[in-house]
């Protein structure tokens, strides 16, 4: 078993997520058979219940479990699939090791968090590294937290247990710029380092983050204050352009030769021949088009990293930039946002009706201007109440989520969500099966008749209301397996107007992106050009 362990210090939101994507991306390339742990120091026992603004996308697995975003990342980089034992958190940690304890495992032993959790996160790490030829790992927060204190421990253990050959550390701080004097600062990294030393931690690889590239005469001080080879020293400058662009750096820098020697890998150099193509592709587009995100959360747009991702991968598909006008649901309501001169909208998921009636109002400008539309989840839900609203005539049709008892329900509760007393991992989550009607744009885009999509929600179309609907021009030309929950509509007499209960933006990729989004971009460009024409 080998590992790489990506640590961060100085602040948090370095870019961890990126660095570890990008080491595994790297070391994929060079045909290793490579999987990625994050580790997050949080009690909560998953993502699934945090608010956006607190911890941005909440990312679901095939599996159904809701993961940070930073798996996401991950899946888009290595183009795998992961499951929830990929996402260590604190509470799922401590939880075993007071169940264990309850069943008497510990044999009347008083339980600590050493050995008793450390060995808990030891044994699980390991469990998922056999079956790989390298495990990286990145440790949420930074060094000094109290929170990832057991986990630093945990792999200070593991290290000593495998061996240097074995176990690599690499630590990802901030170099600021004092714009005063304009020097690059090393005294971060310095402290930061020292920290990780004092915990029994010496790092193998120091990956730098600062606007600009690392000078030499930088290298060379984090070289020799903190105990590296100065090749081992690897600069990190915000990527001009893309995210994407990271593991070619790293390539550049020759931090896989590094890596190969220190854990004896003996692997040759990588093949990013197709991820050079789609950054290629990416910066030479031939046209372009804006498409609105209308949500509520567009203050903090890690809230819809994964609809970001997937116009970008979108935009090297068809060599097309998507500029992505950001709309503010609320303020779209008042009338203080407007929806001109857009060529396709968004409207994400989310939860709760704040910002409800703006998604609505956007829904039916979209409907009615014939514009290009994708509605995901409550997106779909909106969608589907203002065509109730205005087509069918029903003026108070709402979700009873919003309105338990609007006269309307056509958005209503699941049958088996009905009695729930718990929030957390209760939804209709992870992969499921789609039906898709042929002779439908659905089918077109994706050529076949069954999909696994990835789902989060509670309600769902009312199929009381399903037939009306469908003679009045909104067709459903997807469906689950007992053909009872609608997953896709389209409506007839429209270029591209599409809602899908599913997330198709959780599985989209750099060189496979989701279907739906290529969809509406191929739509929004033709309406560009009607425009124009």
Known sequence: MKFIIVTGGVISGLGKGITTSSIAKLMQAKGLNVIIIKIDPYINYDAGTMNPYQHGEVFVLDDGAEVDL??????????????????????????????????GEYLGKTV??????????????????????????????????????????????????LGDENVLFVHTTLVPIIDVVGEQKTKPTQHSVRELRS?????????????????????????????VPLNAVISAP????????????????????????????????????????????LYTPESDVTIAIVGKYVNLKDSYLSHMESFIHVSSHLRVKVNIKWVDS????????????????????????????????AAKYARENKIPFLGICLGFQMAVVEFSRNVLGYRDANSTEFIPDTKHPVIDLMEEQRNIDKYGGTMRLGAQKVIIKENSIS?????????YERHRHRYEVNPKYIEEMERAGMIFTGVDETGIRM???????????????????????????????????????????????
């Open 70 to 103: 930073d798996l996401g990342n991950y899946e888009r980089f290595l183009d795998i699939s992961l499951k929830g034992e990929n996402n260590i958190t604190t509470g799922k940690i401590y939880l075993s090791v007071i169940e264990k304890e309850r069943k």
């Open 112 to 161: 600590q968090i050493i050995p008793h959790v450390t060995d808990e996160i030891v044994e699980r790490i390991k469990t998922i590294g056999r079956n790989y030829d390298l495990t990286v790992i990145e440790i949420g927060g930074t060094v000094g937290d109290i929170e990832s204190m057991p986990f630093l421990e945990s792999m200070r253990q593991l290290r000593r247990e």
């Open 199 to 227: 915990l029994g931690i010496q790092p193998d690889i120091i990956v730098g983050r600062c606007r600009v590239p690392l000078t030499n005469e930088t290298k060379e001080k984090i070289s020799s204050f903190c105990d």
């Open 238 to 281: 915000d990527a001009k352009r893309s995210i994407y662009e990271v593991p070619v750096m790293f390539e550049e820098q020759k931090l896989d030769e590094y890596i190969d020697k220190k854990l004896k890998l003996n692997r040759g150099s990588p093949n990013l021949n197709s991820w050079k193509e789609f950054l290629s592709n």
């Open 330 to 361: 609320e303020l779209y309501e008042t009338g203080k946002e407007d929806l001109s001169n857009v060529d396709g909208i968004v409207i994400p998921g989310g939860f709760g009706q704040r910002g409800t009636e703006g998604k609505i109002l």
């Open 443 to 451: 089918y077109s885009l994706y050529n076949k008749t069954v999909i």
């Open 487 to 533: 997953e896709i509509f389209e409506l007839k007499n429209h270029p591209f107007y599409i809602g899908t209960q599913f997330h198709p933006e959780f599985k989209s990729r750099p060189l496979n992106p989701s279907r739906m989004h290529l969809g509406l971009v191929k739509a929004a460009m033709e309406y560009k050009r009607s425009k124009i024409r």
